[in-house]
């Protein structure tokens, strides 16, 4: 029985593990500093042995010199850290919005750790949208179409072929302003609420200077952000899916 197979095989998992491994390293949810690093690397090695017999065809069939190896890893690190990365700025709409409502809410300084984007520290409510968020991409089946996206990466950034720096700046700043705009959109009901209500306020302060408006209604401005934000949630969560479904549908083609 021969054993030649073992040493491209051996190659041919590291090569696949090294662009897995580092997107599971910095996807939403799996970069959380809460998840034991041993059950990160546990996870990458798991769905790097699923997925070797659906893409290790797309790698060399013969045995590579030492240092083209060394290129083509890199490489595949390189494609795991620009993935992973437009996954996690995907992810920041949730932060821009809940940014804007904490603001207009008077709720900015109510700051936690944020368990998708590896426990930097944002408003409240941006992280309970992203934590929801997380939870309904499961909830929904949309992990289906991250997987697709993930298979269809080969395509897109074939192993071995050029690394075309140009079309990955393309994708990051087409992410980064998609993610802005629907932050932007998510939190409007809030916008108008908060020109609204200081445009009140600022009117009562001129009409009435001896009494503390701004201190007087600060309890109703929380009060009442925080009955919008519940009111509002289902559409900025059904806002929130669409955004991230249409990208995903986007990479699945």
Do not use: C
């Not at 599971?24 to 809460?34: H, I, K, N, Y």
């Amino acid at each position: 029985m021969s054993i030649d197979w073992l040493p491209q095989t051996a190659m041919t998992y590291i090569l696949i593990f090294a662009r897995l491994g580092t997107m599971v390293m910095l996807m939403p949810g799996f970069s959380s500093q809460r998840l034991p690093m041993r059950m990160r690397l546990t996870i990458a090695l798991v769905f790097t042995f699923i997925m070797y017999p659906l893409i290790s065809q797309n790698y060399p069939a013969q045995a590579v010199a030492f240092y083209p190896a060394i290129v083509l890893l890199l490489s595949e690190i390189g494609v795991g850290l620009i993935i992973g990365g437009v996954s996690r700025i995907l992810m920041s709409a949730a932060q821009v919005a809940g940014t804007v409502i904490a603001f207009q809410t008077g709720l900015s300084f109510a700051q936690t750790s944020d368990p998708t984007q590896g426990g930097v520290q944002g408003a409240i409510f941006g992280n309970f949208i992203a934590v929801l968020g997380v939870t309904l991409i499961f909830t929904l089946d949309l992990h289906h179409l991250v997987l697709a996206a993930i298979y269809q990466s080969y395509s897109i950034f074939t192993p071995g072929a050029p690394f075309d720096l140009k079309d990955a700046a393309d994708m990051a700043v087409d992410v980064v302003a998609g993610s802005f705009v629907v932050g932007v959109q998510m939190a409007a009901p809030f916008l108008v609420f908060g020109l609204v209500f200081y445009f009140g306020l600022g009117l009562l302060a001129r009409l009435m200077p001896q009494l503390q408006v701004f201190f007087i209604a600060m309890p109703a401005n929380i009060a009442i952000g925080l009955l919008l934000f519940v009111l509002l949630l289902t559409m900025m969560m059904t806002w929130y899916m669409n955004h991230i479904e249409q990208f995903l549908l986007k990479l699945v083609g």
